[in-house]
T-cell receptor, first 112, second 114 residues
Framework: DADVTQTPRNRITKTGKRIMLECSQT?????MYWYRQDPGLGLRLIYY???????NKGEISDGYSVSRQAQAKFSLSLESAIPNQTALYFC???????????FGSGTRLTVV | GENVEQHPSTLSVQEGDSAVIKCTYS??????FPWYKQELGKRPQLIID?????GEKKDQRIAVTLNKTAKHFSLHITETQPEDSAVYFC?????????????FGAGTRLAVHP
């Protein structure tokens, strides 16, 4: 589903580097989310935003920050990457009437 | 906050058999319970959901049941096929004023053998 686009698709970075993961959507949804997926741990919520002026911490926000630049764009930053942030990161959007999420294709991040 | 537990973590069945995945949630206020399917290398996709005002919902070979008293819900897949092989995630959320923050279970890896 090209409606939710994540860039980059894959990234390898070094410990201590700052990195930004980007998400853009054409669905016109106000609600946007960032999750990370780790084997055996499922999808864990990092940050979420219900509109441009609303940013909220999720279950595991330490070490991450976000920016909602516009309704269609929601970026996730790792200020100083560490190896245990190696994971698959998903952006998602939701419609306030339908409730189901639309996920992006994911960004596989490796911190060495 | 909400916590969702999912069992089993892996499930192996023969083609044609039924598969059942169970989840429990902690927040009695939660009122929305979706299930997502993630095929290998793909993004999670919504396959069925249920709201707290109903006890069961069916869509062809899949069904979800909800027991609000016990705070658990289950996914049932009948007549399994190899293409049902995937990781399945349950989730729970309190829908209020259009706001929806999903908390997911750890996932179940389902393998359907021909």
């Amino acid at each position: 589903d090209a409606d939710v686009t994540q860039t980059p698709r894959n990234r390898i970075t070094k410990t201590g580097k700052r990195i930004m993961l980007e998400c853009s959507q054409t669905k016109g949804h106000d609600r946007m989310y960032w999750y990370r997926q780790d084997p055996g741990l499922g999808l864990r919520l990092i940050y979420y935003s219900f509109d441009v002026k609303d940013i909220n911490k999720g279950e595991i926000s330490d070490g991450y920050s976000v920016s909602r630049q516009a309704q269609a764009k929601f970026s996730l930053s790792l200020e100083s990457a560490i190896p245990n942030q190696t994971a698959l990161y998903f952006c998602a959007t939701s419609d306030p009437t339908a409730y189901g999420y639309t996920f992006g294709s994911g960004t596989r991040l490796t911190v060495v | 906050g909400e916590n969702v537990e999912q069992h089993p973590s892996t499930l192996s069945v023969q083609e044609g058999d039924s598969a059942v995945i169970k989840c429990t949630y902690s927040d009695s206020a939660s009122n929305y319970f979706p299930w997502y399917k993630q095929e290998l290398g793909k993004r999670p996709q919504l396959i069925i959901d249920i709201r707290s005002n109903v006890g069961e919902k069916k869509d062809q070979r899949i069904a979800v049941t909800l027991n609000k008293t016990a705070k658990h819900f289950s996914l049932h897949i009948t007549e399994t096929q190899p293409e049902d092989s995937a990781v399945y995630f349950c989730a729970a959320s309190l829908i209020s004023g259009g706001y929806n923050k999903l908390i997911f279970g750890a996932g179940t890896r389902l393998a359907v053998h021909p």
